[in-house]
């Protein structure tokens, strides 16, 4: 029976955001349920383990230490980029002040910065997040690839991806292009070599 399910293209019901929130409100799903809406669809996320959350935590530090006040610090909380896709990434750095997030969820446009740690979820972060980013105009996106010991930095979104990547391994040091001097050293944000 799945195989026959799998060769058939059957319709699907695709979701708004607002769609997606009203099922929060309804009480269908939970704030425990591991999901975010990505081109209409409700989709699972990975688990998180220890070494994903001490990155999250690592960076976060770090980031708030060399950024101050400059901007807010996001840690696991949507992003609106369009009206079918709301993504919780792992770390965003926003435009200030907060009160302008009083009234919505932040918006690609309030993005400097949005960070993906990715430990089991990095095929699903480069191949299905990342372009998603990249056509929402989001300036600046960096994948923490634990498994690969490396930080990839993708700048100049365009409608076909980002028109530069770089791949920074242990040892060097990395910065957003919006706070050049906010300097971190990757090793600092991946597990003991």
């Not at 060399?66 to 079918?84: C, E, F, M, T, Y």
């Not at 750095?93 to 009083?102: D, G, I, K, T, V």
């Not at 300036?139 to 100049?156: F, K, L, M, S, Y």
């Not at 391994?169 to 957003?176: H, L, S, V, Y």
Request: no cysteine; hydrophobic share 45%; proline share 7%.
């Amino acid at each position: 029976m799945d195989d026959v399910i799998a060769r058939v293209e059957l319709p699907r019901r695709r979701f708004t955001v607002e769609d997606y929130h009203r099922m929060a409100e309804a009480g269908i799903l939970h704030e425990a349920d591991r999901v975010e809406l990505i081109e209409g669809e409700i989709v699972e996320m990975s688990p998180i383990g220890h070494h994903h959350i001490a990155s999250v935590l690592a960076l976060s530090r770090r980031l708030t230490l060399a950024i101050g006040d400059r901007a807010l610090l996001s840690s696991q909380n949507p992003v609106r980029l369009s009206h079918d896709t709301e993504p919780e990434p792992d770390v965003v750095l926003l435009r200030p002040p907060e009160s302008r997030y009083w009234q919505q969820a932040p918006r690609a446009e309030d993005v400097l910065l949005l960070v993906e740690v990715a430990d089991s979820s990095y095929r699903y972060d480069r191949d299905v997040k990342l372009p998603l980013y990249a056509r929402a105009g989001i300036p600046e996106v960096w994948v923490v690839d634990i498994a690969g010991g490396a930080v990839e930095i993708h700048r100049q979104p365009g409608l076909r991806g980002y028109a530069s990547a770089q791949r920074v391994e242990r040892g060097a040091t990395i910065a957003p292009a919006a706070f050049a001097d906010a300097v971190l050293a990757v090793a600092d944000l991946l597990p003991p070599a």
